[in-house]
């Protein structure tokens, strides 16, 4: 059984600095695995997938890395701002049409 | 192309009365997934769907929940006697049909409280 893990649970940082949010899974053999935002009250917005023969995706200035051998994922936001303000969820998917596991996320804040 | 849609977006609904959800995926979509998000907590999956199947319901509770994705329409989540630990949020995903990827969009979910 898959189970995915998040830590820390909340992170404040200064606007500005860079961060690194941590993902943990349990079973390496995952298919994919996908970093979300959502912000209070609203859906899931993606915001990066990585399929597991890759090691990292970026998209301006996020970048996830997958390292499928110590089961983690991290997500990197560059020069953080207060924008950025919301929690970041992961999910792990072991086939490639199924479900996801997700981890209960890191609420980041970002302050001006 | 429209994002998944999800409605109502709020439902209230009495304890023992029926709530009905519903999700249409984005265009070219046949993969359905709803996830439960309970205050305070991630989200769990529930069901996974395509078209008048149902794939993996591995987290749906035993009693009172369904789900159906028929040939034509949107797929349906329905909750009958609804009770108070009901109150949640409810998201649908969809993933496309062809491909290698797995990659889920999700709708603005619908947020079901129950008196």
């Known amino acids: 059984k898959q189970e995915v893990t998040q830590i820390p649970a909340a992170l404040s940082v200064p606007e500005g600095e860079n961060l690194v949010l941590n993902c943990s899974f349990t079973d390496s053999a995952i298919y994919n695995l996908q970093w979300f935002r959502q912000d209070p009250g609203k859906g899931l917005t993606s915001l990066l997938l990585?399929?597991?023969?890759?090691r990292e995706q970026t998209s301006g200035r996020l970048n996830a890395s997958l390292d499928k051998s110590s089961g983690r994922s991290t997500l990197y936001i560059a020069a953080s701002q207060p924008g950025d303000s919301a929690t970041y969820l992961c999910a792990a998917s072991n086939t490639n049409a199924g479900k996801s596991t997700f981890g209960d996320g890191t609420t980041l804040t970002v302050k001006p | 192309n429209a994002g998944v849609m999800q409605n109502p977006r709020h439902l209230v609904r009495r304890r023992g009365q029926e709530a009905r959800l519903r999700c249409s995926p984005m265009?070219?979509?046949?993969?359905v997934y709803w996830y439960r998000q309970l205050p305070e907590e991630g989200l769990k999956f529930m069901v996974y769907l395509q078209k008048e199947n149902i794939i993996d319901e591995s987290g749906m509770p035993k009693e009172r929940f369904s789900a159906e994705f028929p040939k034509e329409g949107p797929s349906i989540l329905r909750i009958q006697q609804v009770v108070r630990g009901d109150s949640a949020a409810y998201f649908c995903?969809?993933?496309?049909?062809?491909?290698?990827?797995?990659?889920?969009?999700f709708g603005p979910g619908t947020r079901l409280t129950v008196l």
């Open positions: 990585i399929q597991s023969s890759q």
């Open positions: 995903a969809s993933s496309p049909t062809y491909g290698d990827y797995n990659e889920q969009f």
């Open positions: 265009k070219g979509h046949s993969h």
